[in-house]
Nanobody, 126 residues
Framework: QVQLVESGGGSVAAGGSLTLSCTAS????????MGWFRQAPGKKQEAVAA???????KYVESVKGRFTISRDHAKNTLSLQMRNLGPEDAGMYYC????????????????????WGQGTQVTVSS
């Protein structure tokens, strides 16, 4: 079991940057493939990025080249660096731990991520 806590959200002007963090209050993140998801008001939840515990990466097309997912095993932390943010990036961001092997986690389907944090809000002003 792992308990996830996100932080780092906030308000930023379009073109700005934010770095989100996800820590485990219980459990070890290195035991899991991890993902970031987001949901804007009135929209469906969207996968953003995923990372295996071995370092393999997956990004949704809309964030490639702007977002970087990383993890620090020593600090038991997952991060999401976000650059050149636009209004379309606004929403609640969630980190999640995948309960399957990477070949399933890489699909970034929420159903294979049983452990979720409470979310951190990102607001982007144009």
């Amino acid at each position: 079991q792992v308990q996830l806590v996100e932080s780092g959200g906030g308000s930023v002007a379009a073109g700005g940057s934010l770095t989100l963090s996800c820590t485990a209050s219980e459990g070890t993140l290195s035991d899991y493939a991890m993902g970031w998801f987001r949901q804007a008001p009135g929209k469906k939840q969207e996968a953003v990025a995923a990372m295996s515990n071995g370092g393999s990466l997956k990004y949704v097309e809309s964030v490639k080249g702007r977002f970087t997912i990383s993890r620090d095993h020593a600090k038991n932390t997952l991060s999401l660096q976000m650059r050149n943010l636009g209004p379309e990036d606004a929403g609640m961001y969630y980190c999640a731990a995948c309960g399957e092997l990477w070949y399933k986690c890489v699909l970034m389907l929420p159903s294979v991520f049983p452990h979720w944090g409470q979310g951190t809000q990102v607001t982007v002003s144009s």
